[in-house]
């Protein structure tokens, strides 16, 4: 769990590179990227930056190719946070790209779903069979099936020796 030192280093952090994305490194690449959270643990030796891209966000090529980027000016980062921080050791910079909104995304659209679903269920009819004074004009209700006894050739109160004799 990060304590207070390692809640204030995060926001350090967060704060120096969203500047140095913009001013100290000069590469248009890192126009499109957005910190959206550091944490850094109570040890103070790793700081894991989520990031996120504002234009190409679904295309997985330049999400792999932004953290590529970001893996080989780390180094040059963690240079430029060692003053900024104040700190003995300076964290090593973690990168991983931060998918919490697509996840949101995705549960929006099941729970959608469901809901369609749901409101499909409510709209169809009940019951299986209609009634009978729903039934379409000109069609007859079905004959009762046969009983056991009529098909064996007996009435009812009739005994099948009645019919030998």
Do not use: C
């Not at 659209?109 to 709209?123: N, S």
């Amino acid at each position: 769990m990060t304590g207070m030192r390692g809640r204030r280093v995060a926001e350090t952090v967060k704060h120096h590179l969203t500047q140095a994305f913009v001013r100290e490194l000069g590469d248009r690449r890192f126009e499109n990227v957005v910190i959206t959270e550091v944490a850094v643990p109570e040890d103070l030796g790793t700081a894991w930056v989520s990031v996120r891209l504002l234009v190409g966000d679904d295309d997985e090529r330049q999400r792999k190719a932004a953290l590529k980027l970001l893996g080989h000016v780390a180094s040059r980062l963690r240079r430029s946070l060692a003053p900024k921080l104040g700190l003995k050791r300076v964290p090593e910079l973690r990168f991983a790209y931060d998918t919490g909104l697509d996840h949101s995304r995705r549960v929006d659209e099941i729970l959608r779903e469901i809901a369609a679903e749901g409101a499909a269920v409510e709209a169809a009819p009940t019951g299986t069979e209609p009634a009978a004074d729903t039934l379409p004009t000109g069609t007859e209700p079905a004959e009762p099936e046969q009983s056991l006894a009529e098909a064996d050739g007996t009435t009812p109160g009739s005994h099948s020796s009645d019919q030998e004799h």
